[in-house]
């Protein structure tokens, strides 16, 4: 009741329009995620027809296995790096310089000659960039994510997390669709020598594109220019005041990179592989789908779940970002198994869209507020740190799960292990969010709310 409460009294939305300070900042967020995300996507979507070519045969999995290990351990280093630099010279400027190194990096991969040229010394190069482009990326986020949410009101917050997080899934299905467009006009030498370097190409302009938006259109936070500067908010967050705040936020955000690699990568594999499906309809003989069938019903989720997750955002602020989660958690846990495990009877495709979109939506979803919900753990002088830290540092464990998951498939079975994996990433998601206090009407200008918040709590 305490936290239901408290939630009156955030005012009533207006319907004057927002100051052209938070318009800028907020559309850079929103665009400047969709960046990110299409640079983070490129290797996984865009490289994958063309690693033969450009790396040789041998090993295609181990290959593409390090560039994604790369970019995974390059994020958090540059949330760790940027967060602190963020807090102490300011979003804008930390933004303007992670964001060139984005457009850089993202280009000198389309520059890389393949495997005839350069021999290991392809995959070397890609890998390094990789790296890079993971600490650039890492640290563009870290700023520009708070930097629109204290531009923000307090109303209007949840929905503006929810449409920077819903540009995930449209990256996504944006390179996606132009690989399909690509494979669909090129034949195979043509994509392999050239047709995927004018995705990365594409990539970097768009990281450019949103650099020049920043130096001319977007101003520092007035929130952050008020804020006394911290001497080393990285160990602030780690060890000091606000280390509880950080592994509440880990613990939150582990569940949701689980679900996200459960209900996406690996939903995907086990569908592409045959797996347990009904036979007959649309799904063909033996029940295996076709890569065109796979693709359009994974788009159909992706395009379901891109929707909800701006829904879900804005509906936190009236439910409170604590009980959002707590509810989404439980929900998730019992129903996220139940639509995985029903996905492999399907034996139509009507009925297996159904169902992969019913997995996405009470999956992926929760990610709508998250914007939100993790600038509001932590104070202005320690927020892109605890931000950047939070979100990345708990990616890693969920993203290692092709090391674990073979040895618990052999004992629960091939569904069955990524259903009680679906089942715990709800689990952690509820006592996550139970750890922490309701945030949906703190001051983001204030320097106590984070230690005030918790003592609520």
């Known amino acids: 009741m305490r936290f239901t409460s408290s939630l009156h009294s955030i005012p009533a939305q207006s319907s004057s329009p927002a100051p052209l300070g938070t318009r800028r900042a907020v559309r850079g967020g929103i665009f400047g995620n969709y960046v990110d995300q299409f640079d983070i996507f490129l290797p996984v979507i865009a490289l994958a027809p063309a690693s033969a070519h450009l790396f040789g045969s041998d090993n295609l999995v181990g290959n593409a296995g390090l560039i994604f290990v790369a970019t995974l351990l390059g994020r958090p280093v540059g949330a760790a790096i940027f967060g602190p630099i963020s807090d102490r010279i300011g979003r804008t400027a930390t933004t303007k310089v992670?964001?060139?190194?984005?457009?850089?990096?993202?280009?000198?991969?389309?520059?890389?000659?393949?495997?005839?040229?350069?021999?290991?010394?392809?995959?070397?190069?890609?890998?390094?960039?990789?790296?890079?482009?993971?600490?650039?990326?890492?640290?563009?986020?870290?700023?520009?994510?708070?930097?629109?949410?204290?531009?923000?009101k307090p109303e209007r917050r949840g929905l503006v997390s929810g449409l920077i997080m819903w540009m995930s899934p449209w990256a996504n299905a944006s390179i996606a669709g132009l690989v399909f467009v690509l494979q669909s006009t090129l034949d195979v030498t043509s994509y392999n020598e050239w047709g995927w370097r004018t995705l990365f190409v594409l990539g970097s302009l768009l990281a450019f594109g949103m650099l020049i938006y920043y130096r001319a259109r977007v101003e520092e936070s007035p929130k952050w220019e008020r804020t006394q500067r911290r001497a080393n908010p990285l160990k602030e967050i780690l060890v000091g005041t606000h280390r509880r705040a950080l592994w509440q936020v880990f613990i939150l955000m582990s569940g949701m990179w689980l679900l996200t690699n459960m209900a996406i990568p690996v939903l995907a594999g086990q569908l592409g592989a045959g797996g347990a499906l009904g036979a007959g309809g649309a799904l063909g003989a033996g029940g295996e789908l076709d890569a065109r069938t796979l693709s359009f019903a994974m788009m159909c989720g992706t395009a379901a779940s891109a929707l909800t997750m701006a829904a879900c955002g804005h509906l936190s602020t009236f439910t409170g970002r604590r009980p959002f989660f707590i509810g989404?958690?439980?929900?998730?846990?019992?129903?996220?198994?139940?639509?995985?495990?029903?996905?492999?009877?399907?034996?139509?495709?009507?009925?297996?869209?159904?169902?992969?979109?019913?997995?996405?939506?009470?999956?992926?979803?929760?990610?709508?507020?998250?914007?939100?919900?993790?600038?509001?753990r932590f104070p202005t002088a320690v927020r892109s740190s605890g931000y950047g830290v939070g979100y990345s540092l708990s990616i890693v464990i969920p993203a290692l799960y092709p090391y674990y998951l073979p040895s618990l498939q052999g004992v629960l079975g091939e569904q069955g292990a990524v259903a009680a994996l679906l089942a715990l990433g709800g689990v952690l998601i509820a006592v996550g969010a139970s750890l922490g206090p309701e945030t949906a009407r703190v001051n983001l200008g204030s320097d106590e709310l984070s230690d005030a918040g918790e003592n609520r709590a």
């Open 328 to 376: 989404f958690g439980v929900m998730t846990a019992v129903l996220g198994p139940i639509a995985f495990l029903a996905i492999f009877t399907a034996s139509s495709l009507p009925q297996l869209v159904l169902l992969i979109v019913a997995l996405q939506v009470v999956t992926v979803s929760a990610y709508g507020p998250v914007g939100a919900y993790l600038v509001e």
């Open 98 to 152: 992670a964001l060139t190194g984005v457009a850089l990096t993202t280009l000198l991969i389309a520059l890389v000659p393949n495997h005839t040229v350069l021999g290991s010394g392809t995959l070397i190069a890609i890998v390094l960039l990789r790296f890079l482009g993971g600490i650039f990326l890492g640290g563009e986020y870290t700023s520009a994510i708070p930097l629109a949410m204290e531009w923000s």
